[in-house]
């Protein structure tokens, strides 16, 4: 008796559980948003101070006929005409509507880095269920490029430092950076090295520019250098040998920032914008910089590693205007570099 009960309520359970399938296999298809940024499908786009941004929506109904649609500002503001409903002539028994408009027409003024949109359509088919979909696309306006020239004194020199903050262009002595906290050292962005016979193997010899922490253990930079040849303990930084540990990634644990140096394909006088860096840029990396060599350095701060797939991107460009070889001797450079990380 106790068996057929069961029987009973998994017999009904199971027809319930049809009847809810059903139902949802019988909702109507939701409706489309295809929104392109200057002719093209993508849900962002980054383009210098003033650049045309034309952005172009088709709101489709898959089934039935539009009912409502607006767009939003990122301040949650209407485009002027909108929200657009039912009963609006322009959107009577529609079952798409296309709007195109200019961006720039909305920036506000003083060059605002971001500007969002929020696009909605809201379609119904006869008795069936109100369905929607919404798509978010950002617009990001590209930095004026920071100019400034710099001095990087090799290990050994005692004149100048050997670690530079790209964005605001600071230089730290051995000694200033044995005084920071590891949150502190991981502002760094690059260090200036000069490998001598007396010091290191010949794959790391001449003038190098490395990062302050690589991602593998056996990553070049500075405080790999420094813990791997006896003649650098010198120049060792206590702070670093807690994020140095064994095995795969645990190195950069905290996630010190990492540089990719090529070749520049242009002069350093046609850079202006933080999105001159971005185009055209020679995937051969050169971490050897060569007097008057032109180099273009693509900077990623990784904000949860060890995931390496999220990361924050900035750019810069220097040419290196003067090089005095040997650990004692300096490297000078003439730098053009955005101020955030904004990528």
Not at 68 to 86: C, H, Q, R, S
Not at 157 to 177: P, R, W, Y
Not at 279 to 287: K, Q
């Amino acid at each position: 008796m106790r068996t057929r009960n069961y029987l009973l309520i998994i017999c009904l359970f199971l027809t319930f559980c049809q009847g809810c399938i059903k139902e949802l296999h019988e909702l109507p298809p939701r409706p489309s948003l295809v929104v392109k940024l200057n002719g093209i499908e993508k849900d962002s786009i980054i383009v210098a101070p003033g650049e045309e941004i034309k952005i172009d929506i088709d709101f489709i109904a898959n089934q039935g006929t539009i009912q409502e649609l607006y767009i939003k500002d990122n301040a949650g503001v209407y485009l002027k005409g909108f929200p657009l409903t039912m009963d609006s002539t322009a959107l009577q028994n529609k079952s798409q509507y296309s709007y195109s408009f200019r961006a720039n027409d909305y920036l506000p003024e003083g060059g605002s880095h971001y500007q969002t949109y929020n696009f909605q359509v809201v379609c119904k088919d006869n008795n069936q269920p109100k369905q929607l979909i919404n798509k978010t696309i950002t617009i990001l306006i590209a930095d004026e490029l920071k100019s400034y020239t710099v001095t990087l004194g090799a290990q050994a020199n005692t004149e100048h430092g050997h670690f530079l903050k790209f964005s605001t262009g600071e230089v730290f002595t051995l000694e200033q950076a044995r005084q920071m906290s590891m949150e502190e050292l991981q502002e760094i962005e690059l260090c200036y090295f000069y490998g001598e016979d007396d010091e290191v193997t010949s794959y790391y010899r001449e003038q190098r520019l490395y990062p302050l922490l690589g991602t593998h253990n056996s990553s070049v930079s500075w405080g790999y250098l420094s813990n791997e040849f006896a003649a650098l303990t010198p120049y060792k930084i206590n702070t670093l040998d807690e994020a140095i540990t064994a095995g795969g990634y645990a190195q950069n644990k905290f996630g010190f920032i990492q540089a990719t140096i090529t070749a520049s394909p242009k002069y350093i006088e046609d850079y202006k914008y933080s999105t001159d860096l971005k185009r055209g840029v020679s995937l051969t990396e050169a971490t050897h910089p060569t007097l008057e060599g032109i180099y273009i350095i693509t900077l990623q701060k990784f904000t949860e590693w060890p995931n390496r797939d999220i990361y924050n991107s900035n750019f810069a460009v220097f040419r290196v205007k003067e090089l005095v070889p040997g650990k004692a001797g300096y490297i000078t450079l003439e730098v053009k570099a955005s101020p955030e990380y904004l990528y």
